[in-house]
């Protein structure tokens, strides 16, 4: 049984926005500045372990259901698409282009098909991570004891 965690729980809410917003910020600028897929889905991994283990993992199976394993494929097709797709204008294999957008909200603003590269390992990173953590942390290490 858990004992009453008030002080986690809402300060894990406060930090989870905060590291999430680092999360997309760093996404989003990855393809010019360091940061990208790999260390924004680090982050909100990092995010999500934190509400796991702020709120437990029966409560968040019901409010987060998710299948991590398909982030993984997900994220994978993602990658190798962005990577072929190159071959469809007939430029080089990850070959990367960019323009500027006048988008609603945001104004001007640079799209770049390295975002959709750092997508694709965006999801996959999640997705193992989470996978792994969540698999390791579900293991009662029963088996030990049950075997002998």
Known sequence: MRSNDLILKTTANIIVFIILAFSVNSFFSGHNAPGGGFVGGLMASGALLLLYISYGMSAMKRVIRVDFRSFIGAGLLIAVLTGA????????????????FNLPLLGKTELATAMLFDLGVYLTVVGITMTIILAIAGDSGDQEHQEG
């Open 85 to 100: 797709g190159s071959f469809i204008f007939g430029a080089e294999f990850f070959s990367h282009t960019f323009g500027y």
